[in-house]
């Protein structure tokens, strides 16, 4: 069966830290791999995807960037955080029409 | 613009009543629609979807209705239980090659009360 990591499960920044989170996924091959955002009280916002190794796709500007440097591994980044960056990150993956979500990360920039 | 929506931020439904969850689209080259539930503090987990050729997908408790001509999407949850308790959102997608990006709702929070 298939499952989703991520990690970590909570992260705590400071403004202007770098930022790095992690996303992998067992039991598939050359899934489309995405990353989401859920700010708090609002809905869940497509950041970027990628259909496979070193192909990414940005959704919206920001401050963020991307990349997939293995078949099942994706990983989200900023050089800089901005206090706008704090939110619930959410790794998902699909091979079909329905995507499949990881546990999230819970970051704060202070 | 925000082309799928869920009117209703809140739904507080007694146990083993039936539970409607609602969500409206915009944009008619949706053909796929999807329901998650999600908790606290969790990601989001894949209940039931149907495609646009279909009006109807049952799956236990769980059945999605479509109104293509209304641009309407409902789940109905019957009976429904206190662990339905969480946060409920639709998507859609249009076929888009290899991508299938979804676009969610901003959610209905639903509490079940014993």
């Known amino acids: 069966s298939q499952t989703i990591h991520q990690w970590p499960a909570t992260l705590v920044q400071p403004v202007g830290s770098p930022l790095s989170l992690e996303c992998t996924v067992e039991?598939?091959?050359?899934?489309?791999l995405y990353w989401y955002r859920q700010a708090a009280g609002r809905g869940l916002q497509l950041l970027f995807y990628?259909?496979?190794?070193?192909?990414i796709s940005s959704e919206v500007p920001q401050n963020l960037s991307a990349s997939r440097p293995q078949d099942r591994q994706f990983i989200l980044s900023s050089k800089k955080l901005l206090l706008s960056d704090s939110g619930f990150y959410l790794c998902?993956?699909?091979?079909?029409?329905?995507?499949?979500f990881g546990p999230g990360t819970r970051l704060t920039v202070t | 613009d925000q082309q799928v929506k869920q009117n209703s931020p809140s739904l507080s439904v007694q146990e083993g009543r039936i539970s409607i969850l609602n969500c409206d689209y915009t944009?008619?080259?949706?053909?796929?629609f999807l329901w998650y539930k999600k908790y606290p503090a969790e990601g989001p987990t894949f209940l039931i979807s149907?495609?646009?050729?279909?009006d109807k997908n049952e799956d236990g408790r769980f059945t999605v209705f479509l109104n293509k001509s209304a641009k309407h999407l409902s789940l109905h949850i019957v009976p429904s239980q206190p662990g339905d308790s969480a946060v409920y959102f639709c998507?859609?997608?249009?076929?888009?090659?290899?991508?299938?990006?979804?676009?969610f709702g901003t959610g209905t929070l639903l509490a079940v009360q014993p």
């Open positions: 039991g598939t091959s050359n899934p489309n």
């Open positions: 998507a859609a997608s249009g076929y888009g090659g290899a991508t299938n990006k979804l676009i």
């Open positions: 149907i495609s646009s050729i279909k």
């Open positions: 990628s259909v496979g190794i070193g192909q």
């Open positions: 944009n008619s080259m949706f053909d796929y």
């Open positions: 998902a993956w699909g091979t079909g029409r329905e995507q499949y």
